[in-house]
């Protein structure tokens, strides 16, 4: 089953990996313009984030469903 999932498992933790990086590298000091551009920044890479997202959505919804397998089918 994992074999399936390969490249949607690739793409979250590449997302989770630019996450926990954007994170780590806020700044801490008091400076405003160091602040504001690692926001700036910040918000342009939660779009990408975001549409990352919507395309692993969208690749998921693509698949094809599991065929049903329950017994309400039975023959008489």
Known sequence: MSDKFDNEIDM???????IVEAITHKPDTQDYETSRIYF?????RLNAW???????????????????????????
């Open 50 to 76: 975001a549409l990352t997202v919507k395309d692993l959505k969208k690749k998921l919804q693509d698949r094809e469903p599991v065929k049903d397998i329950t017994a309400d089918n039975r023959p008489a």
């Open 12 to 18: 979250l933790d590449d997302l989770y990996s630019e």
């Open 40 to 44: 700036e920044n910040l918000a342009a």
